[in-house]
């Protein structure tokens, strides 16, 4: 039974050592873990085209490159792209390929579930990509009505689109609950699950809370754009904030989906960098779960300026400022996991400590932000604009940049070039600074975001912001040449090139396609670097190091 | 929920680390979200409700939906009956209750499509015509699918019952498939609390 080749032939498979294991359905979750992660890989370039045709538009005031409508329809479907299929599917790949290796399970609970929540992202793609080509899906990627309930046919493609992605992040979700809960190797507690383990775990537990709610406004969207009922127009007595309750219900825990896998990968990373262990093992796991409760109770800080009762908002403002605490929490605990280190300056670590200040960055504008006097000031502004790009690219992004150059040779038994991982770290790092940081300011003097001209006082922000989306998608280059290449002709990994304890570490790299002959046994503290030497690792000065 | 048997599923189904059965688990966290869900609609429903005149429901057939709910009840012990039967590895008595559950659900969305075709086309209500008709079809209308999915599952569960496929140690998709139908069962009976009572 547990030979370690390719089972199945046709379009069904479970394994991957062809490329062809990876273009059909494909029950292993290493494969699908790729499969996932190259899918979402494509869409953040296609994100970042239009992103650059944003900025394109926006270098100079009166840009004329595109049309006001087609400008709604680039950022509607670039918002989209980036947060349903490159954020949260990498994660969703990376958790997918990791975890079970990381919890000495030999695949997720349920592989042919898991086969299908990837496959369910195709048609989520190709729907989404339609509805741009059909045009009117121009609301941005909330879909605020009254526009999102009367404008064109493309607008109920997206909301079928985003039908197929939340299926697929559903069901993706209840794989990883029990995978994690189910199939951990026995002798492995929760209390010894690695960090990563937990953050999927609090952010599956978001997704199942969560992400129906969203499936049932679009739902009632649909309704009103096929069946003409009024749920959310004033005009025929519906009510527009019903969807913009029911959308931030789903959509404000969706950013801690989008954040706590990131939190997880910063935790693995800093301490392999930083030979110490994790400080504040307990403290990190609850506060992604802390996280994971209280980001139920904050959705309408999106909504100071939509109409709601003034007295409302006051505890939405201090639900919304709590959240800093566990994420506080998370923030100190890995400063002081890398303080007196043996830090390495790997492009991995690179990223991961760019995580840090960038997202505290992010982190800081998002309690202005959660201020109400604040926020109405600067609500539908560059400032927010600035703030969410600061979370999601320098947060998310960076976070999974830093776990792809950790699992790369992991995943394909190759090393990735140094110098070409610096490289792209240091101008996507520029890039990003340089694009975003001018857009607080632009906000903070009042330039509205999501409009496709601008007066010529805010040029300056402008420019700057559009020459250094250029520099991110420059960047990418010598991180695609590196990928690439280095499949074939990178160093040879071997098992634990990094020195790293976790169980994937144990195995060779690629893995073998069912994983574990046997149960792993698990002892001692996950991230004991320092304190026991990491297993498999024979080299004395190596150990030493270690 | 799928065959145990499959080619592809090479690795053993390995002992569940915490000792909850991996296929309920998985139900179980499926229901979660169908709760979130529904809560989600009927939400939206209520939402409509408030904003509708106050007798708005007036046009409902009460009577004839009590009856339904009552069929769709008796349809939950049905199914109740069915999971007690294979426990003692009864065959035969597994298979005419799963026939029974088919044929009160059926009835039930038998009843649901007479009374939409009603009152559309009577004019009465539509999806189109008011917030309370919005709020109406699209939260009984989703329940609807449910019991139609429930239906089909119904189906595919006797005919793997017929087939002999289950047994007094082996009836774990029979459970799986009744979770699912308590839960759209159960959701009815909230919705026409909801609906036309209140």
């Keep these: ?546 | 929920m799928s065959e145990a048997t499959s080619t592809i599923t090479v690795h053993e189904r390995s002992a569940s680390t915490t000792g909850l059965d991996t296929l309920k688990l998985g139900m179980w966290l499926f229901l979660a979200t169908e709760v979130m869900l529904f809560s989600a609609m009927i939400a939206g429903f209520m939402d409509m409700r408030g904003r509708s005149p106050a007798d708005a429901h007036h046009v409902l057939n009460i009577p004839l939906t009590a009856v339904n709910t009552f069929i769709l009840i008796c349809s939950s012990l049905t199914v109740a009956l069915s999971v007690a039967s294979i426990e003692q590895g009864n065959q035969k008595r597994l298979r005419n209750f799963l026939l029974l559950t088919f044929l009160f659900g059926g009835t039930f969305l038998g009843i649901q499509i007479f009374e939409y075709r009603h009152l559309i086309t009577g004019g009465e209500l539509a999806p189109w015509s008011s917030l309370f008709g919005a709020g109406f079809f699209a939260v009984t209308g989703l329940h609807g699918f449910h019991v139609f999915i429930g239906l089909i599952w119904c189906i595919l569960t006797i005919i793997k019952a017929t087939r002999g496929r289950f047994s007094a140690q082996n009836f774990e998709q029979v459970e799986i498939f009744g979770l699912y139908w308590h839960f759209v069962d159960v959701v009815w009976i909230i919705l026409f609390t909801l609906i036309y009572l209140l």
Aim: aromatic share 16%.
């Design chain 1, 1 to 546: 039974m547990r030979e370690d080749s390719v089972v199945g032939t046709g379009w069904v498979r479970h394994g991957g050592r062809k490329f062809s294991d990876y273009l059909v359905f494909n029950t292993d979750h290493k494969v699908i873990g790729i499969q996932y992660l190259a899918l979402a890989f494509f869409f953040f370039i296609l994100g970042g085209l239009l992103a650059g045709l944003i900025r394109a538009q926006l270098a100079v005031p009166d840009g004329q490159v595109i049309t006001g409508s087609t400008y709604n329809l680039t950022l509607t479907l670039h918002g989209t792209l980036m947060i349903f299929l490159w954020i949260i599917p990498a994660f969703t790949g990376a958790g997918n390929y990791v975890v079970p290796l990381m919890i000495g399970a030999n695949d997720m609970a349920f592989p042919r579930l898991n086969a299908l929540s990837f496959w369910l992202l195709i048609p989520g793609g190709l729907l989404l990509i339609a509805s741009f080509a059909a045009g009117g899906a121009e609301s941005g990627w909330t879909a605020y009505p009254p526009l999102s309930a009367t404008a064109p046919l493309g607008q109920t493609l997206w909301a079928a689109a985003l039908q197929f992605i939340g299926f697929s992040t559903i069901f993706g979700a209840i794989n990883f609950i029990v995978t994690i809960f189910n199939l951990r190797t026995p002798s492995m507690k929760l209390t010894q699950m690695p960090l990563l383990a937990w953050a999927i775990l609090a952010t599956s537990l978001i997704i199942v809370l969560g992400t129906p709610v969203l499936s049932g406004a679009l739902l009632l969207l649909i309704f009103q754009r096929v069946l003409g009922a009024q749920f959310f127009t004033p005009a025929g007595g519906g009510n527009p904030l019903l969807w913009q309750n029911l959308f931030w219900f789903y959509s404000h825990p969706a950013v801690y989906i989008m954040i706590l896998p990131g939190f997880g990968i910063i935790s693995e990373v800093l301490p392999i960098f930083s030979r110490k262990p994790i400080f504040g093992y307990k403290l990190i796991a609850f506060s992604s779960m802390a996280i994971a409760v209280f980001g139920f109770l904050v959705w309408a800080h999106h909504m100071f300026t939509s109409g709601m009762d003034p007295f409302l908002r006051v505890p939405f403002m201090v639900t919304s400022m709590i959240i800093a605490v566990p994420t506080g929490v998370k923030i100190f605990s890995w400063l002081a996991t890398i303080w007196a280190g043996k830090l390495r300056f790997t492009t991995s670590m690179m990223f991961g400590l760019s995580f840090i200040s960038m997202f505290v960055i992010g982190g800081l504008s998002g309690i202005f932000l959660a201020s109400v006097p604040i926020d109405i000031h600067v609500q539908d502004t560059y400032f927010v604009v600035a703030h969410l790009h600061y979370v999601l690219f320098g947060g998310s992004v960076m976070a999974l940049f830093a776990g792809l150059y950790l699992w790369y040779p992991k995943i394909t038994g190759r090393m990735l070039r140094e110098r070409l991982g610096q490289l792209h770290f240091w101008l996507t790092f520029m890039g990003f600074n340089l694009t975003f940081l001018p857009q607080h300011i632009a906000g903070l003097e009042g330039m509205p975001r999501r409009v496709y001209t601008y007066a010529p006082e805010f040029w300056i922000w402008n420019l700057l912001s559009s020459l250094g989306a250029f520099l991110m998608a420059i960047a990418v280059l010598p991180f695609l040449y590196n990928a690439l290449r280095s499949l074939a002709a990178g160093k040879v990994a071997g098992p634990n090139p990094w020195r790293a304890f976790g169980l994937e570490w144990t195995l060779s790299s690629p893995p073998p396609v069912h994983n574990f002959p046997a149960p792993p046994v698990v002892e001692g503290d996950p991230y004991g670097y320092g304190e026991r030497p990491v297993p498999g690792v024979s080299d004395h000065k190596a150990q030493v190091a270690a």
